[in-house]
């Protein structure tokens, strides 16, 4: 329940338009490791978001796929090329791959499951927009803007390591 990533983007691009954004930066920051698990709601949704996060990244991608998504299609994702090279040995390779596939099938059947932990995700967002960025973001540079941003993450995260998290301290603090 910390914050580990946050990034500024001109207008409002989509959701799925930066999953591999996020993936990328929580890689080299050492944050993503092999056979994590990816909790996102269903905007971060696309054929190719679960493709790159299986085969680049090497992790379970829990996105919540929406109604006219073919789970099939899902799993149909192949192993990527460079097992093939000779760099790694193939058989354990293509084995890890079967293995994030099926706990990828495992966890995707008890979705209802991580409901309660994404509404806890939701309730600190709700604590970041409404508790701490009240006002509209009108800043006309970059870094002001980048800043303010960062002040309230910050404390976001303060209140959470703090041990502030069940679902009513955080509505409450979001309401204040």
Known sequence: MRPVYFCLHRGSPHDSRIFLEILKELKRKRILRKEDRIIADKGYCSYENYEVA????????????????????????????????????????????????????????????????RSRIEDVFKLLKDGFLKEKIHRYIRKSCYRFVLLGVLLSG??????????????ALAKE
Not at 89 to 109: G, V
């Open 158 to 171: 303060i209140i959470l390591n703090k041990g502030f998290y069940s679902k009513r301290l955080l509505q």
């Open 54 to 117: 299986f085969s680049v990244y090497k992790v379970v991608p829990l996105i919540f796929p929406k109604k006219n998504m073919k789970i099939s299609r899902i799993l149909s994702v192949s192993q990527p090329l460079d097992i093939y090279s000779g760099k790694y040995p193939m058989k354990e390779e293509i084995q890890f791959f079967i293995n994030l596939k099926k706990k990828f099938e495992k966890w995707l059947s008890k979705w209802k499951d991580f409901r309660p932990l």
